[in-house]
């Protein structure tokens, strides 16, 4: 009876130990780089023009160049839940499906861009740079139950900012980053029955993370060399966000009478157990040149690196029962994405927009699970612009397919082959 009563703590201990050491993985593969509708149908390709409020984002220096006050509101629409799963033997197995759940998620931004003297501007900006959402559908019966049923990331970051116009041609900028993050984690506990040998659901855990907060800060610098060349680099600092919060049981009755009260007695249910963990947000660097290819036509080509490599494992403390604590090998890979944006004025008023973009994942195979099954990526985009005298309206889409991705190390031993795309709208309005 004692060794059974140590394995009973052991398989809600693992699992929880394993749902809290998640927590950063989420915002891995999850940068989200549309903070802009203009830049958005260009594929993301701003570094080297940054023309309007959402170089706050893109390049902090493009807002010298800005000398009219300019204030912008804009969302992206993401259309997420077209990821399906196909298994793999000999775990989970060949015949095992799963498919995402549906999820609209939102992230917006606000710009506001105010000119100071003759060769200053200050800069305010409000936007979502991680996030998205992984939700399985019918988690009573997905096989990835024990893994994850649902996590979600929410990022917010103020970026009060000043750039210097040192030349008609130069100009460097300086954004500081305030960054408000919590998770949200959920998933199912299994128990094997002592008395018929039969694995169940015996509890589902949830994670939910305070409001916290970590500071960082931006640097650009961008030539505008004539009216046909220019070039930009921007390089985003590390944000280290250390997270409170609570992990909280909830028992599922399996309906024997002799198993359940046993459970019960063992784990401890409907209680907050506080724990501390932390994200440490990648630095990042972009690179861009932009060409006129006409008085009305413009191509730029951007290459931004983004160091996950410092995200090799996570460290799990559990404040009131030190026991449980941890460290949890993760392993990603720095990685880069290329993108290529064209522009054409077709009236003095409207512009439309062409854009593709490829995007490395960071994250190795064993890595790749339910919580987050990441791939290489291949965007393509088209967008349109109204600018009238004190108003402009832009818009986007994207559409956006991730590789067939099969894993056949995962650490967990949940093998199988991830099938993904989201399609994303953006809209944002300029006064």
Known sequence: MTSWRISRWAVPVAVLALLLSSAPAMAAGFGIFEQGAKAMGMAGAFTAQADDPSALFHNVAGIAFQRKRDFSIGTTLINLGNSKFRGANPTPG???????????????????VQPIGNSLT?????????????????????A??????????????????????ATPTFSVGLSAVARF????????????????????????VKLDSDLDSGYGYNLGILHRYNNSFSWGFTYRSKVKIDYKGDAR???????????????????????????????????MAS???????????????DANWTGWSSFDKVDI?????????????????????????????????????????????????????PLLPDANRNGLTIGYGYKGSSFALDAALMYLKFDDRTTTTNRDHFNGTYKTSAYLF??????
């Open 287 to 301: 690179l861009g040149v932009a060409i006129a290819l006409s008085p009305s036509m413009g191509l730029e080509v």
């Open 144 to 165: 990835g139950r024990y893994l994850s049923t649902r996590a979600e990331l929410k990022t917010y970051d103020l970026l009060p900012s000043i750039a210097w116009q």
């Open 122 to 142: 200050f800069g305010f900006g409000f936007n979502d740079p991680f996030g998205l959402v992984t939700e399985w559908d019918k988690p009573g019966t997905w």
């Open 249 to 283: 049981l909830t028992q599922i009755l399996t309906g024997d009478p002799r198993f359940d009260p046993l459970v019960a007695a063992s784990t401890p249910f409907n209680r907050d157990l506080p724990i501390k963990t932390k994200i440490e947000f990648p630095d």
């Open 181 to 204: 993050s919590e998770v949200t984690l959920e998933r199912r506990i299994p128990g094997r029955n002592p008395f018929t040998q039969i694995v169940s659901d015996v509890g589902k």
């Open 317 to 369: 403390t559990f404040t009131s029962i030190s026991a449980l604590s941890s460290s949890i090998p993760q392993n990603w890979d720095d990685a880069y994405n290329y993108r290529l944006g064209y522009r054409w004025d077709l009236s003095p008023t409207g512009q439309l927009r062409l854009g593709y973009v490829y995007d490395e994942s960071p994250q190795p195979d064993e890595s790749v699970g």
């Open 426 to 431: 953006g809209l944002t309005a300029s006064f």
């Open 94 to 112: 060949a015949s095992v499906r799963g498919e995402q759940a549906s999820n609209l998620v939102t992230p917006s931004h606000i710009y506001y």
